[in-house]
């Protein structure tokens, strides 16, 4: 049975920073691409950040580039998303995501909350 568990999310000041981790199980990690996205109310699922199955490659959303950085740990079976900078803007649900062609597979999602 596959299982990705988040785990990082909180409450955090403006300008404050969160490490977002996923740990992945039942799955050959190294075959899948690793996504983060998020959810806000009212709004929809929108990609935050991906990375490869080597992680060798990455990409980012324009409301996050330069403030967000994915890296994952193959050892481990683990993704991260380390988040700087933060604004209320980007007070969601983030969903951790593995993927490879047409399979896909979703932890149940950790909020992050940025408020004053």
């Known amino acids: 049975q596959v299982q990705l568990v988040e785990s990082g999310g909180g409450l955090v000041q403006p300008g404050g920073s969160l490490r977002l981790s996923c740990a992945a199980s039942g799955l050959t990690f190294t075959r899948y691409a690793m996504r983060w996205y998020r959810q806000a109310p009212g709004k929809e699922r929108e990609l935050v950040a991906g990375i490869s199955s080597t992680g060798y490659s990455s990409n980012y959303g324009a409301s996050v580039r330069g403030r967000f950085t994915i890296s994952r740990d193959n050892a481990k079976n683990t993704v991260y998303l380390q988040m700087n900078d933060l604004n209320p803007e980007d007070t969601a649900v983030y969903y951790c995501?593995?993927?490879?062609?047409?399979?896909?597979?979703w932890g149940q999602g950790t909020q992050v909350t940025v408020s004053s």
């Open positions: 995501n593995a993927v490879r062609d047409d399979v896909n597979y």
